[in-house]
């Protein structure tokens, strides 16, 4: 992952300003650890902006739940749901997104394992 966007995110992620949602990237007012991710892609990208779905639901590069393709590229990731070096007892692991949505884990100790395996 490029080493300078990183330590935005984490900064971003631990700065309190963004109210932590689960299952879409936005929704309302509320972020999930990825959508923190296309807010700093956003401050990079002038024009790139949220879009209504459905709801509450918004969208960016037309996507809800995922990082799209040029976020992924701008970032240095290779996944649209970056995975950990977390494991679980089936030996699967877990994703950023499992972390927040699934796990209920908030942005500091996402911050802290993205500081870890990215």
Same mark, same amino acid.
């Given at each position: ?67 799209s393709r040029p976020i992924l590229v701008? *970032?240095? /990731?290779? #996944? $649209? ?5 977390? @494991? ?5 692991? !877990?994703?950023? *997104?499992? /972390?927040? #949505? $699934? ?5 500091? @100790? ?5 500081? !870890?395996?990215?």
């Amino acid at each position: 992952m490029n080493q300078e966007i990183k330590q935005r995110w984490i900064s971003k992620l631990r700065s309190g300003e963004y109210k932590q949602g689960t299952k879409y990237l936005c929704k309302s007012d509320s972020y999930c650890c990825l959508g923190v991710l296309c807010e700093v892609y956003r401050e990079d990208h002038p024009g790139i902006e949220w879009e209504s779905k459905e709801g509450d639901i918004k969208k960016i590069l037309d996507l809800t739940s995922v990082l799209s393709r040029p976020i992924l590229v701008w *970032a240095g /990731l290779d #996944d $649209a749901n970056p995975m950990t070096s977390i @494991q679980d007892p089936s030996n699967l692991g !877990k994703s950023l *997104a499992e /972390l927040n #949505d $699934a796990h209920y884990w908030n942005f500091n @100790q996402i911050a802290d394992q993205i500081e !870890k395996d990215f």
